[in-house]
């Protein structure tokens, strides 16, 4: 059986494995969830062994364990290193947005709904599937090593540092990640570029607690109205952020690239109805598509003070927090950014309040290079899997690891997402259609039958 | 046994069925909460039939039931209708802040600390303590009705309509509300005006979910930036409010009244001590105790928006929330106050996001005539309690039933507070001072005496 026949004949079971998969709540984030983040490892760690691999084990970290797992078998041919990740964005859901529950993963209109669905337990599924069905058709034509974290969602804070030790033994000729999207099934598109990020907490203080704003009120600054003063001056009213040197390293997009991006635009009307919103908004002199591809943002991701219950409270808030973070483009440096965030909100802060700006979480963009071998091979690929020749794409979100690891190991990376717009990944009812795990199994076998002919 | 000897040898009993009340977690504002607000009524009730009152109910609203109880033994003396609420404000503790249960009541130097322990179940207690003992000592001098309602935290929406349809039932001569302060237990001082309150919530929205922040950061209008630049819009750098009209009927304030306010200042260096913050705020042109007493304010008193939990999740919010007070003084209206914030953020509301301000609650502020013979006789009274003769003064705080009572039953009402300024009502470490609870109780006695004389 070839590993395409060995996919068809399987397609249940994988299907199965992955609704498995999919009902463990491995919230990275939250640290009540931390038992069930160690079992998701355990589980992929019991299926690795399951399909072949000779080597796997738990990399012990301070957090998380790192899946590792290797097959060697074929002396001589490439050695491919598969990254993905196996822990989730958290389900805050008080409006009950979910159609179902999002731990208990079900199939409805060709969509697998459940958290984590296409980011990544999906994705990283479909490689590992890819993977078995070459072995199990003994027409292995490659290497292989798995890297699987589990803290991609809470900033991957111990993979750096295992990537950095461990650069030989990790030592690869292509590096392929799963964690990104397509424009859509009928749109196939490879992403070249991935914008950085610098995730930030922003805490104003006044009282030392909370006061009844009748008695304090009018004669005590309110930490909430100084937080939100103080992020109002952040961006300028047509929507460019403020903050002195945050455009500074920003490079100018070439005419190809823009003539590149232009094959995927994003007009208005999609980007309503995929959204809901009354209109786009954004800096001024870029297309929609090109906002998102190449140019950095400051986002504000939550806030709270005071009191947020059911109904009234007359409190004056001892203190109001704002998450805050900044997708970064080539050349802008998350440290760099922190500390001009950092110095802005010191410098808005008048005397009548305190705040502290912490950085949580940071990860460098990334640009692969179009004209390389992989690339090309990628190409290939999708064009058999999905039927379509794809296009290349730079995407808004962030895969910090990619940058870390073409630094570490010196090898090209291929951002091999098979996710699509519209999935929704870190808000309610997550998807990943089945369309795109059979499209992605499909074009990730032929990927590896290129990339080890030319081994 | 005269009165003043009765409370004497009682006060551990007073003590234990002070605690016994206090144990009673009755949250209106809470729905989780109802049958506690319910169990707290029910204790009131048994406890008023045990002090002999003869008429006793529950009655039944909406929501919350209202206890009623009279006694009305006295022909010809004066009736004195005495208000209180047995609902408390909500305990949201996410740092820990209380020392101990909020509603495990403890005696810790010399104060009693639980929610509600000033406001308003300590300083309601004082009343019926104070009535107790004058019917169990045979010297009643007055007629006494009880008006004690269960949603003065939540807007006391059922009692409005409940004082209106009965007032020739709640006829008296004399209001009495035990639920304000005063300076301190040295420096004893009676209320004679309180602000009024609009309570509203401010809802920006704009995609119909969570989005990812890198997917749509920089193409949608973030509704936690839209709602932050509508808030810091309204105040200006010095602090004053800026939604047109907000000042329009806000009266001058005479010469006297800033002299007889003169007498109890809250200077800076106070403010801070008590507060905690590192400077004092507030309008230009205002000394601190006139802000307080005098000027209207806009307050945020909550603000809720995307992720809010440990770490961070990189969601673009669908919607984010503040709840907005604005504290009135005479002749503002609240109603009215709420339309000019609905018009301002809907003038300012971009066509990227819609926006919607909903009225909570409001309540009007009052003015209680310094020169009536029961102020006069206030004075006495607390002079006779707390050993000074007490100042008067004018509170930001808001008890609107005051005003409607006034205008419903067209009495005198006497604002008999027995709380102190750092009581930190609704906020963490609540506590009644015992001195205060029994120098509240020698007052409330000789009023009711020199009420009665005059009868």
């Known amino acids: 059986m070839n590993p395409y026949e060995y996919v068809e004949t399987h397609r249940d079971a994988f299907l ?17 969830h931390a038992a069930d983040v160690r079992r998701a490892a355990e589980w992929l760690k019991a299926h690795l062994e399951g399909i072949g691999m000779t080597h796997v084990e738990l990399v012990e970290t301070a957090r998380h364990p790192i899946v590792y797992a290797e097959w060697l078998g074929a002396p001589g041919a490439p050695t491919v290193l598969i990254y993905g990740h196996y822990d989730v964005q958290p389900v805050d859901d008080p409006e009950g947005q979910w159609q179902s529950d999002p731990f208990e993963p079900v199939l409805r209109d060709g969509n697998i709904y459940a958290r984590g669905a296409t980011d990544d337990k999906g994705q990283t599924l479909t490689q590992i599937k890819a993977i078995q069905a070459l072995l199990a058709s003994g027409q292995m034509p490659i290497n292989v090593k798995f890297v699987i974290e589990g803290e991609e969602e809470s900033g991957s ?24 999207g397509m424009k859509s099934i009928d749109r196939p598109s490879v992403v070249y570029g991935l914008r950085g990020i610098a995730y930030m907490e922003i805490e104003v203080r006044g009282p030392r607690q909370d006061l009844h704003s009748g008695m304090y009120g009018g004669v005590v600054h309110n930490p909430a109205q100084a937080l939100v003063e103080i992020l109002a001056k952040m961006h300028d009213e047509q929507g460019r952020v403020t903050v002195p040197g945050f455009y500074d390293r920003v490079d100018e997009v070439s005419a190809e690239e823009r003539a590149e991006l232009a094959k995927t635009p994003l007009p208005e009307e999609q980007l309503r109805s995929e959204t809901g919103v009354p209109a786009a908004w ?18 504000i991701n939550g806030l709270v003070s005071g009191w947020t219950g059911e109904g009234a409270k007359t409190v004056l808030p001892a203190k109001a927090l704002a998450k805050v973070s900044c997708r970064l483009v080539p050349r802008q440096d998350p440290h760099e950014i922190f500390g001009l965030v950092r110095d802005f909100v010191r410098a808005q802060t008048p005397p009548t309040v305190t705040s502290e700006v912490r950085l949580l979480h940071h990860g460098m963009w990334a640009v692969v290079d179009l004209k390389s071998r992989e690339m090309q091979a990628a190409l290939q690929a999708y064009e058999f899997g999905f039927g379509k020749r794809p296009t290349f794409v730079r ?11 073409q630094r570490a190991l010196q090898a090209p990376v291929v951002l091999m ?27 990730t076998l032929r990927f590896y039958e290129l990339i080890g002919q030319r081994g």
Do not use: M, W
């Open 16 to 32: 199965d494995e992955l609704f498995e998969f999919l009902r463990i709540p491995s919230i990275s984030t939250l640290s009540e």
């Open 157 to 180: 804070d111990n993979l750096y540092p295992f990537v950095d030790q461990n650069a030989e033994r990790l030592a690869a000729d292509v590096i392929v990640i799963s964690d990104t």
């Open 282 to 299: 954004g800096e001024p002199g870029f297309a929609i598509h090109e906002r998102l591809a190449f140019r950095p943002t400051l986002e």
């Open 395 to 405: 995407e808004g979100g962030s895969v910090p690891i990619v940058g870390a690891l």
């Open 417 to 443: 997402g098979f996710g699509q717009q519209d999935d929704n990944l870190h808000g309610p009812n997550e998807k990943f259609a089945l369309a795109c795990f059979e499209g992605g199994l499909r074009t």
